[in-house]
């Protein structure tokens, strides 16, 4: 079974060496971010914000809260991806313009508001789960995006979630789930790790 999207898959691995010397415009930034936030969430919350930290000043404030790993300096960007604890009250907000679309009808909005609130409110453990979840789908997204477009990618939980909350102003509601970096790569880099066995992870019932 292949194709070019699952070639695009099999191929990536994470970088460690990336070229400093090359850039990504904000066009382009903005462009993996679009792309990523075509990622499915829950009831559509789009619960998630994404920081691009890009300049050198940006990226010298990042690198000693993340245990100063080479790609917060060397890859074009690194982004801090924000998820936003999952709150039933912006779905009305969120599922707006579907039914401007003509996508989904006025009516149905409440009957996704509802089970949501019965799912999240009180319950602050499936509220963090949310944004952790939403945050990585969109990650995920982004990083087969690079890929397809040739830019190599490290996904990284190596940092200080708190000191990055204090010095990029994360609000309250907001969980640091993954720092992202993305740019071109140096040669030198890993190929994709063996997996486990297919016997140890999937069960057939
Ligand atoms: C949630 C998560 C956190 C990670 N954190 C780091 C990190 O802080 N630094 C790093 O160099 N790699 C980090 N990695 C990369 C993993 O080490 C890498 O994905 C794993 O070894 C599998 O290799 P592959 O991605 O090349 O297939 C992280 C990966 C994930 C999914």
Known sequence: MTNAVIECILSRSASKYYDPAAT????????????????PTSFHMQNWRFIAVRTPEAKARLLPIAWNQPPIT????????CGQLADS????????????????????????????RG??????????????????????????AARSLGLGSTPMIGFDAEGVTREFGLADNEVPVMLLSIGAELPGNWAQKPRRPLSEVLDFV
């Open 74 to 81: 060397d890859a074009a960007v690194t982004f801090i991806i």
């Open 119 to 144: 799912l999240y409110a009180e319950h602050p453990q499936r509220q963090r789960d949310e944004a952790v979840r939403t945050g990585t789908f969109g990650a995920s997204a982004m990083i087969y």
């Open 24 to 39: 990504l415009s904000d066009d382009q930034i903005g462009e993996l971010v679009r792309i990523g936030t075509s990622a």
């Open 89 to 116: 009250s912006v779905i009305p907000e969120r599922l707006a313009p579907l039914v401007e679309a003509g996508v989904m009808p006025e009516a149905m909005v409440p009957e996704w508001e509802k089970p949501a």
